[in-house]
């Protein structure tokens, strides 16, 4: 078991003061013309320029729903009364006895 | 010329610092992904790799760690990225042959991998130990080869990593003890 114990602290320690490996000579070259060679990237907004696109999306809506509510606002009483003669005109012809098929 | 200098003139795109900086870390890169991957073309082609992600994601980096620290994170990301892509292509295959039909694919012993780098009289040795990093889980392989092969600190592993320090203290006991049991349980099976 001693021996065992001491080959395998043996091989653990038979990487210390490892030498570096060496890459190729043209591994520069090789490297270059992968970066040619490479399809161009998906070019990425900087993050001002996605600030200021947000800002104009917030301000774009904001306007829309300002518009909307005042609009909504004014437009709310005339609206609801046109509505609501319109529901009547078509429940009284609706329920209106002529209508009525007779067998 | 200071980091900041050189990272300054890499993005600016400048060929002469994008040259430098390949002079000065390409064996750094090579080695790491050599004792990961323990191949001497795949580790070249990950160093190449290496390179040219560095050469087009130096806009993104931005200075809050060391530039060898963020090289050493891409390698290792890389290394362990080619291991998995490379087991599922085993599996893969290997499901194939069982619908083929034709044979099984025999179970083959991987051929030992020789470090260039190690001293002729521990060569056999540094193969078995080399089989047996294999085995590591892929974070405990990382935190020992930095360690023991690119002679990296447990703080500077923490960087590369991301990891706090206990966990590397963690990681490193957990593989030099699996490094034990699987060694010793080869020499058992040989020795007898």
Known sequence: MTTIKQKVEETIASIDGLQRAETNPYFYDK??????????????????????????LVLLFGINLFTWIDYSKTTNYTNHTKTDATVNALVKDYFSTNNVLQF | MSEEQLITLLKEGNPEAFRGLIEQLKNKVFNTALGIVQNTEDAEDIAQEVFVEIFQSIQQFKGDAKLTTWVYRITFTKSLEFLRKKKSKKRFAFVQSLFAGDSVLPIEDKPHFYHPGVQLENKERAAVLFNAIEQLPDNQKTA???????????????DVMLVSLSSVESLMFRAKQNLQKLLSDYYEKNEK
Do not use: D, N
């Open chain 1, 31 to 56: 490297i270059m013309q992968r970066i040619k060679s490479a399809p161009a990237r998906v070019v990425t907004m900087k993050p001002s320029m996605i600030w200021t696109a947000a800002a104009c």
């Open chain 2, 144 to 158: 020992f080869v930095l360690h023991k092969l690119e002679g990296l600190s447990y703080v500077e592993i923490c």
